[in-house]
């Protein structure tokens, strides 16, 4: 697997789309690198980008981008709602995977060190590729903003980490560092006041307001023994947020960072805001991301609104990706359109499931062509998969049955559980075809020397082991599907008592089918311990699946009769 990095500059240009196209195609030239977003603000006059790739050549990227961005903005004239110190204003880097974080700060201070030394503009280092603790807050850093850097950058403690200790007229200065995933997240307001907006910002952020006597504005700031001033922390653990004004939509919004979302994930940051604004005399109205967010999040979001409503979770992705879009208002301002917002989404290569994404013509039409595949381990596999969906929609079915509202939450859990298997099974859809595949490749290599020889039998033995693993991985997920289909007979909606039982054919067939496949593929594989194993813990799932749909089918007919 190779090392992917994420990079999210931001530029200080939102209104003149021209010079970012120009930026972003400097991005696209360096090969293996992919854009994924560019999110440009008319009234922050800041564009974000978003792109990922392999650490050197992201760098590269980086790089490139932020010399062209420094050629194309004049920090002198320019003007926008949020701050800013450089043409490039921040560029983080964020490890996606397998990098660690300590390796991504590295490639961080190497990108600061060619843009202080090549390019001359002066880099401050923040967060993980900042030793310096006292510098490596962003907002501490960029305090003053351009107009002020022209003296702060004098001082001895805010002396670049790289490049001249002056501050560039026309490109300013620039931050680079390494961090964790961050949602940059706007929550939109029914008023237009920035002060009532900050005040909700204060509320909610971490940092919270600094403790004053009497009037919490203009009264006294308290200061403990050492002269620095209190403060009361906000209600939120892992946020920054400040209020303003867009002149673009005609609203005041809270303008936050949300720095873990495992701490606050984005729905709870929304309630607390609905709450805080309200506590106020104001009404959230909806909600803005800016750049892109990671899948769970959006997930985990559709599930807290479900939950709330006391409505099954068990629902698809893409239902309780719409349930977290409509519940915190995130098309209130623009079109939100999953498929660009979310990074696993754009991360997906383009072939990536070529068999699922098929309409069911489409799908029949390709098994019944002439073409090997798919064949019998994806159509398995797919079997399961209806299988785990009949037994999920029972059990939605069950959680909003009339008169069992006090089983929605039961029901609701054998539903999230039915969709983990659904989803785990179709991706063995396409896997099984692309097994076959590798094996096919593997016996096209060449032959002619022994080394080309001793490379293709272990390319074929590689492939053929792949082969094994990938169908029993549908017989033991098909397998523990058959667990939440009895309970569906058994305790499930009796309307729906013939689905799960049609359920449970289908379970049998995938784990029957796919041992075949198995087996087959086993008998031309050399590592005889590794065959016997797989071969006799097979053997055992099929002979338990048979006498559990035994069962199933037996409880079936009886409450038929």
């Known amino acids: 697997m190779n090392q992917l990095i994420e990079c999210?500059?931001?530029?200080s240009e939102g209104v003149n789309l021209a010079i970012i196209k120009q930026i972003t195609d400097e991005i696209e030239t360096v090969e293996g690198v992919r854009l994924l977003n560019v999110d440009p603000g008319k009234a922050t006059n800041r564009t974000v980008v978003t792109f990922v790739g392999e650490p050197e050549k992201v760098i590269e990227a980086a790089f490139l981008a932020i010399k062209k961005a420094g050629e194309l903005i004049d920090m002198s004239k320019h003007k926008g709602e949020h701050p800013r110190m450089g043409a490039t204003d921040v560029c983080p880097?964020?490890?996606?995977?397998?990098?660690?974080?300590?390796?991504?700060?590295?490639?961080?201070?190497?990108?600061?060190?060619?843009?202080?030394?090549?390019?001359?503009?002066?880099?401050?280092?923040?967060?993980?590729?900042?030793?310096?603790?006292?510098?490596?807050?962003?907002?501490?850093?960029?305090?003053?903003?351009y107009e002020g850097f022209f003296k702060k950058i004098k001082l001895p403690q805010w002396t670049p980490d790289f490049g001249p200790a002056e501050n560039d007229v026309k490109r300013g200065a620039t931050v680079i560092g390494a961090r964790d995933f961050l949602i940059a997240y706007n929550v939109n307001l029914n008023t237009t006041s920035t002060r009532r907006a900050n005040a909700i910002a204060f509320d909610v952020r971490e940092a919270g307001r600094v403790m004053r006597e009497g009037d919490p504005v203009t009264g006294k700031v308290v200061?403990?023994?050492?002269?620095?001033?209190?403060?009361?922390?906000?209600?939120?653990?892992?946020?920054?947020?400040?209020?303003?004004?867009?002149?673009?939509?005609?609203?005041?919004?809270?303008?936050?960072?949300?720095?873990?979302?495992?701490?606050?994930?984005?729905?709870?940051?929304?309630?607390?805001?609905?709450?805080?604004?309200?506590?106020?005399?104001?009404?959230?109205?909806?909600?803005?991301?800016?750049?892109?967010?990671?899948?769970?999040?959006?997930?985990?979001a559709g599930k807290y609104f479900l939950r709330k409503q006391q409505r099954s979770v068990g629902v698809s992705d893409s239902e309780l990706i719409r349930i977290a879009i409509k519940s915190m208002g995130l098309d209130e301002l623009t079109p939100f359109n999953p498929r660009e917002r979310i990074i696993e989404y754009l991360l997906e290569a383009a072939a990536a499931g070529k068999l699922a994404g098929m309409i069911?013509?489409?799908?029949?039409?390709?098994?019944?062509?002439?073409?090997?595949?798919?064949?019998?381990?994806?159509?398995?596999?797919y079997v399961g998969v209806l299988g785990a969906s009949l037994a999920t929609m029972v059990a939605n079915l069950s959680s909003h049955k009339k008169?069992?509202?006090?089983?929605?939450?039961?029901?609701?859990?054998?539903?999230?559980?039915?969709?983990?298997?659904?989803?785990?099974?179709?991706?063995?859809?396409?896997?099984?075809?692309?097994?076959?595949?590798?094996?096919?490749?593997?016996?096209g290599l060449p032959k002619s020397s022994d080394e080309e020889k001793a490379a293709r039998d272990k390319a074929i033995q590689d492939a053929t082991r792949y082969a094994i693993e990938i169908p029993f991985k549908v017989m033991e997920t098909a397998f523990?599907?058959?667990?939440?289909?009895?309970a569906m007979v058994e305790t499930g909606n009796p309307n729906s008592v013939t689905d799960a039982g049609v359920a449970a054919l289908c379970a049998r067939s995938a784990v029957l089918g796919a041992f075949m496949n198995v087996k087959i593929n086993a008998s031309g594989?050399?590592?005889?311990?590794?065959?016997?194993?797989?071969?006799?813990?097979?053997?055992?799932?099929?002979?338990?699946?048979?006498?559990?749909?035994?069962e199933i089918i037996a409880l079936v007919n009886g409450k038929i009769k």
């Open 93 to 145: 880097l964020i490890p996606i995977a397998n990098i660690t974080m300590e390796e991504t700060a590295e490639y961080a201070k190497q990108l600061a060190k060619r843009v202080g030394e090549e390019l001359r503009i002066p880099a401050y280092l923040y967060e993980y590729a900042q030793a310096d603790k006292s510098r490596s807050n962003l907002s501490v850093i960029r305090a003053g903003e």
């Open 525 to 550: 594989y050399k590592d005889k311990v590794f065959v016997d194993d797989v071969i006799s813990r097979g053997a055992e799932i099929e002979k338990q699946t048979i006498v559990l749909e035994e």
């Open 480 to 486: 523990e599907s058959l667990t939440l289909i009895k």
């Open 223 to 300: 200061t403990d023994e050492n002269g620095k001033p209190k403060s009361i922390p906000g209600s939120l653990k892992s946020v920054k947020a400040i209020g303003w004004y867009i002149e673009e939509y005609g609203i005041a919004q809270i303008s936050m960072n949300l720095t873990n979302i495992e701490v606050t994930p984005i729905h709870v940051a929304f309630d607390e805001v609905c709450i805080k604004a309200a506590e106020r005399g104001i009404r959230v109205t909806g909600s803005e991301l800016v750049g892109l967010i990671p899948l769970k999040a959006m997930l985990d």
């Open 8 to 11: 999210v500059p931001n530029f």
């Open 360 to 381: 069911l013509t489409a799908f029949a039409d390709e098994t019944a062509s002439e073409s090997p595949a798919p064949g019998g381990g994806s159509i398995s596999a």
């Open 403 to 443: 008169g069992w509202d006090n089983r929605w939450e039961e029901f609701s859990n054998w539903a999230e559980q039915g969709q983990a298997y659904k989803n785990e099974l179709l991706k063995f859809v396409d896997l099984d075809t692309s097994a076959f595949n590798k094996i096919m490749e593997a016996f």
